[in-house]
């Protein structure tokens, strides 16, 4: 059970990391566009953007699932610190989701300078995780 929940872990990293490139290049056009997007680059970012958080989601499942199913293994302050990353992915990403869909209910345009400043947490917040989870298993 525990290889079966690795192995969806690692497909969430990979979708989650998809979806944040994916977006960020698509993002950085927008912005570069200075206008809003095509419907359909706006629809395609949506839908990047809910693979992205569903991915987020299923690493924090795994994640902990493995967690409980190891509770006797002697973590180090890395895996704590590496929590911390996870955490500063996880809260702005969803506050971008739920900042896209009410732009997308209210039929207005999302604050580009604020999913800007997010994602920009949220890579920091990947770059910490990953950084301190090899060390942490390493």
């Known amino acids: 059970m525990f290889f079966a929940l690795k192995i969806i872990h690692f ?61 006797g293994t002697n973590l180090t302050w890395l895996f704590y610190v590496k929590l911390v990353g996870a955490a500063a992915v996880l809260v702005p990403v969803t506050m ?8 997308q209910k209210s039929g207005s345009a999302p604050d580009l300078n604020y999913l800007k400043t997010m994602s920009k947490i949220a890579r920091a917040g990947v770059g910490i995780a990953i950084i301190f989870a090899v060390l942490a298993f390493n």
């Open 11 to 71: 497909f969430a990293l990979l979708g989650g990391g998809a979806a944040a490139i994916g977006n960020g290049i698509l993002m950085k056009r927008v912005i570069a566009h200075e206008g809003p997007p095509p419907p359909m680059v706006a629809n395609a970012m949506g839908v990047i953007g809910k693979i992205g958080f569903a991915s987020i989601l299923l690493l924090w499942i795994t994640g902990i699932a493995m967690l409980v199913m190891n509770a």
């Open 96 to 103: 971008m989701s739920i900042h896209s869909a009410g732009a």
